[in-house]
């Protein structure tokens, strides 16, 4: 079993950052906090797991997308770590978004 380490790129950060204040202000900060302590989870299962998702090499080679909970799309690349690119919440359209290099 192949163990890699997970990085999140600033664009990723700030996706989450940023969908912690919305959330936070439509609800509660507690609801945003166990909704993004949920994505995270489900992103640390990619440290064994990682080779999941559709692969868009048509957007970018190796790029990975794979959904969450219906609202949420996670860019990624495998490689010898796992690169966490974007996480796009609702109806955010990621095809128009950059990826980070």
Same mark, same amino acid.
């Given at each position: 079993?192949?163990?890699?380490?997970?990085?999140?790129?600033?664009?990723?950060?700030?996706?989450?950052?940023?969908?912690?204040?919305?959330?936070?202000?439509?609800?509660?900060?507690?609801?945003?906090?166990?909704?993004?302590?949920?994505?995270?989870? @489900?992103? =640390? &299962?990619?440290?064994?797991? $990682? +080779?999941?998702?559709?692969?868009?090499?048509?957007?970018?080679?190796?790029?990975?997308?794979?959904?969450?909970?219906?609202?949420?799309?996670?860019?990624?690349?495998?490689?010898?770590?796992?690169?966490?690119?974007?996480? @796009?919440? =609702? &109806?955010?359209?990621?095809? $128009? +978004?950059?990826?980070?290099?």
């Amino acid at each position: 079993m192949i163990r890699r380490t997970i990085v999140f790129s600033p664009e990723a950060k700030d996706d989450l950052l940023a969908l912690y204040d919305w959330i936070a202000s439509e609800a509660s900060p507690e609801t945003a906090m166990a909704y993004i302590g949920r994505i995270e989870r @489900f992103i =640390a &299962g990619f440290e064994t797991a $990682a +080779e999941r998702g559709t692969r868009r090499d048509d957007i970018r080679p190796g790029l990975r997308m794979i959904g969450f909970e219906r609202r949420v799309t996670i860019a990624f690349v495998v490689g010898e770590q796992v690169t966490i690119l974007r996480v @796009f919440y =609702a &109806g955010r359209d990621w095809e $128009a +978004e950059s990826l980070p290099p």
